[in-house]
């Protein structure tokens, strides 16, 4: 309980390489020295509210202009009051009135290798019509639409139509399972259900209809659901309820104009996972989400009308949202999106894709790249990756080595790697170089981006000195911050704002190094990174007690080479004994309940969860279990830790 209980860290980090923009880099960038950076932080600083303000008219169209900048009822912001925009306008009708119609918005690779692509003027008829195939089912705005598809244009498509007539997306990732698509909808009363009738993933086919289908017995509130034909595969169709995408766009007119909405409409629910076993409906509006979400792609990549971008996200994450979908997009640029595995067909996958679309600007997650160096360098060696210019990391922190092997083989060592240290909550990139500015420093998110304060705390809300770290709070509202959990205000302000007064507690460990860089430490809370993706513990371990056989359950992190964390289950039985065909069983429960990104990959059975006097479970115990620190006898059978949690019981 150290770390959760003092919110200092002592830091065991000592990377000290720097690598400064090429003075080519430099030299075409917007921003072009920490100078210019310095110069944009401190305006921001000195009046956040006024910074923004001034961006939200350059950048966003306006139906009607907004009056007040900033409403601030801690922890409830209202950005650009009064104003009426459209996000899916901005994303599109404002580049096709500017006579950029022409330019390719979206360029498509599905995995068996088919392509398509379309310009502006075509993606805006596509969304409009899908716009109004959601009104013929009865869309109303403020409806919640739940999307769970591949990634497809038309996943891009489904979420831009929801923002051009009011409606409110809640994309779920398509990994995630019946059950876990059924609690998302109850939470969200979601209206309408999208999917497709299944995906690929490294050639099999994933029968995505079919869930839906068991999730939708289990989701009362869902009227109607619409099938892409991806795959062509035989689905279940249920007279009244299911209707084929193809078909309902064949009737469609393409006219629909974007509908002038408040500033403060939620533009969507994104359900992460906390440090409790519900998952959190994070809240984003329109003009402040979409704001932040435009600046920060152009300063993180420093965008240009020729690039090619591509983030390798799925639209299932934040990271789909904000740099596939509403900030690139917004900003004009060409988005190359792939729907299948870096390792389908072969391990160079990506790499034939940048050398096929002259890829300029590229993000991705340490997990990927960690897979890429397993995989060897002569995957690499085959393409021709000149066309780089701007690399970036997202999902967790990127370990040193990780680092160095993405800027020599991937980069050249010419290209600056942009590490985005950001949230699901945030909306958008918090921390980063700006690649013709900052100097970088592998494993560090460097420094906070303009209207953003972070500031590094103990549990008292002091401020921490530079050896220490410590709780990552931000001080200051910004534009792309969450509006709150869906339906569960008490939560939002208990999660985020009731631990450190007056700031917004990130739930990560921080430390601030003595030239002002920044480095994440992880989470101060029970919550995963696993392959960059947050998983509760508690979640895991309430999936495993839904099993009839488990009569208690623990989860914890343990550390994976590849995945950054893997999941270490121990549990308790009841009416069975320890085999490997339960321990099968129960990874199998886990899939079903949450879906197979939960799924453990160590499962240990024990007599009895270790645990101090007043009954807490020995987590840390238990990590350096798994993580193999603490020798313990047999592990085929029951484990016993009495020995272990005695010694323990004081200090944890
Ligand atoms: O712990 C941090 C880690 O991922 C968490 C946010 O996860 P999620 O909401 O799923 O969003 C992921 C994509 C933005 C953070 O609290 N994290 C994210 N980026 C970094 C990171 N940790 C270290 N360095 C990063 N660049």
Redo the contacts with the bound molecule.
């Keep these: 309980m150290g770390q959760q209980s003092t919110g200092q860290l002592d830091t065991v980090m000592h990377e000290s390489r720097v690598f400064p923009p090429t003075p080519e880099t430099s030299a075409r960038a917007r921003i072009k020295s920490m100078a210019e950076y310095q110069q944009l932080w401190d305006e921001a600083a000195a009046d956040s509210p006024a910074f923004w303000a001034r961006l939200a008219k350059e950048e966003l169209h306006w139906f009607q202009p907004f009056t007040e900048a900033l409403r601030w009822n801690e922890p409830f912001a209202e950005w650009f009051v009064g104003g009426k925009t459209n996000a899916s306008y901005n994303c599109l009708d404002r580049h096709v009135a500017a006579g950029n119609g022409d330019r390719i918005a979206l360029i498509w690779e599905g995995e068996p290798g088919d392509k398509r692509q379309y310009t502006y003027a075509e993606l805006l008829r596509e969304v409009s019509k899908f716009a109004n195939v959601l009104k013929s089912l009865g869309t109303k705005q403020g409806d919640v639409v739940s999307i769970y598809m591949p990634l497809t244009p038309e996943l891009v498509i489904a979420m831009l139509a929801c923002a051009r007539i009011g409606a409110i997306h809640s994309v779920i990732f398509a990994g995630f399972s019946a059950e876990a698509i059924a609690d998302r909808n109850n939470d969200a009363q979601a209206k309408i259900q999208i999917t497709a009738d299944a995906a690929w993933r490294r050639g099999k086919v994933l029968a995505l209809k079919q869930t839906v289908d068991e999730a939708l017995k289990k989701s009362p509130s869902v009227e109607k659901c619409v099938v892409l034909d991806r795959v062509n595969e035989a689905i279940h169709i249920e007279p009244g309820r299911d209707f084929w995408w193809h078909k309902l766009m064949a009737e469609a007119s393409d006219n629909c104009p974007a509908e002038p909405l408040d500033s403060e409409t939620t533009l969507f629910i994104l359900y ?1 996972s906390g440090s409790t076993g519900k998952p959190k409906g994070i809240r984003h509006t329109t003009a402040g989400y979409n704001l932040f979400a435009k600046k920060t792609f152009e300063w993180v990549f420093d965008h240009r009308e020729q690039d090619v971008y591509w983030c390798t996200a799925d639209c299932g ?3 789909g949202h904000t740099y596939v979908t509403y900030g690139p997009l917004s900003a004009g640029a060409t988005v190359l999106i792939y729907e299948g595995a870096p390792n389908f067909p072969h391990e160079g996958r990506f790499w034939e894709l940048i050398e096929r679309y002259k890829v300029s600007l590229f993000y991705t997650a340490p997990t990927a790249i960690r897979a890429f160096m397993k995989w060897g360098d002569h995957h690499v060696e085959k393409y021709d990756l000149s066309s780089l210019r701007v690399l970036g ?5 990127i370990n040193p080595e990780a680092w160095m092997w993405y800027h020599r083989k991937i980069g050249g060592e010419r290209c600056p790697i942009v ?7 945030t909306g958008g990139i918090m921390m980063s170089p700006l690649p013709g500015a900052t100097p970088t420093k592998p494993g560090s ?1 460097t420094m906070p981006l303009p209207g953003i304060l972070p500031k590094i705390v103990d549990s008292s809300g002091a401020e921490v000195d530079a050896t220490h770290g410590g709780w990552l709070t931000i001080a200051h509202p910004w534009p792309g911050m969450l509006r709150g959990i869906w339906g569960d205000d008490e939560r939002f302000k208990e999660v985020y704002w009731s631990k450190v007064p007056g700031k917004y507690l ?3 460990n921080a430390r601030r190094d003595a030239d002002g860089y920044y480095w ?1 430490m992880g ?1 101060i809370d029970d919550v995963l ?1 696993v392959s ?3 998983l509760s513990t508690i979640e895991i371990e309430s999936a495993l007690v839904s099993h009839p056989n488990v009569a208690e359950a623990a989860a914890v992190g343990r550390p994976d080479p590849l995945k950054g964390e893997a999941v270490a289950v121990f549990v308790t039985l009841r009416g069975a004994e320890p085999s490997e065909e339960l321990r099968k069983e129960l990874v199998k429960h886990v899939r079903t309940q949450i879906g197979a990104l939960a799924q453990p990959d160590d499962v240990r059975f024990t007599g009895t969860l270790p645990k101090t006097r007043s009954g807490k479970i020995m987590r840390r115990l238990l990590r350096d279990i798994a993580a193999g620190k603490e020798t313990v006898g047999d592990t085929s059978t029951l484990e016993d830790y009495s020995v272990l949690a005695s010694l323990r019981s004081e200090e944890e």
Aim: hydrophobic fraction near 25%; charged fraction near 25%; proline fraction near 0%.
């Design positions: 992460t994450w934040v990271t990391t997202v999902g967790e922190g590490d985005t240290w950001w949230q699901t909550e998110c990130a739930g990560d994440i989470r990174n960059g993706h947050r």
